[in-house]
């Protein structure tokens, strides 16, 4: 079973990055997909996801409006879209997968997003 993220980096505030989650391993379409993140110092936080094969989506309020999240099922992949960037979303971004009846958790290795201009 592997999550692999890509697309992180270093982005100006106000700008915009999107990063992927490619999966492998197991049956993605049964799997809620999910993204956290981590900034120094603090406890990883729980940013949004997409319920099963399906795709709803749902956020945290500190990125509602600002991020997007979407699947494509045939690429195993999830993506996050991250418009207007702030600082504060410096962070590590991780990508989590959850089998939607066996609670199975699975984890990317995380990609690192740093905001400053």
């Known amino acids: 079973v592997q999550l692999v993220e890509s697309g992180g980096g270093l982005v100006q505030p106000g700008g915009s990055l999107r990063l992927s989650c490619t999966a492998s391993g197991f049956t993605f379409s049964t799997y809620n997909m999910n993204w956290f993140r981590q900034a120094p110092g603090k406890e990883r936080e729980f940013i949004g996801g997409?319920?099963?094969?399906?795709?709803?989506?749902h956020y945290a309020n500190s990125v509602k409006g600002r991020f997007t999240i979407s699947r494509d099922n045939a690429k195993n992949t999830v993506y996050l879209q991250m418009n207007t960037l702030k600082p504060e979303d410096t962070a590590v971004y991780y990508c989590?997968?959850?089998?939607?009846?066996?609670?199975?958790?699975?984890w990317g290795q995380g990609t690192q997003v740093t905001v400053s201009s």
């Open positions: 989590h997968a959850r089998a939607r009846y066996s609670g199975t958790v699975y």
């Open positions: 997409s319920i099963g094969a399906g795709g709803i989506t």
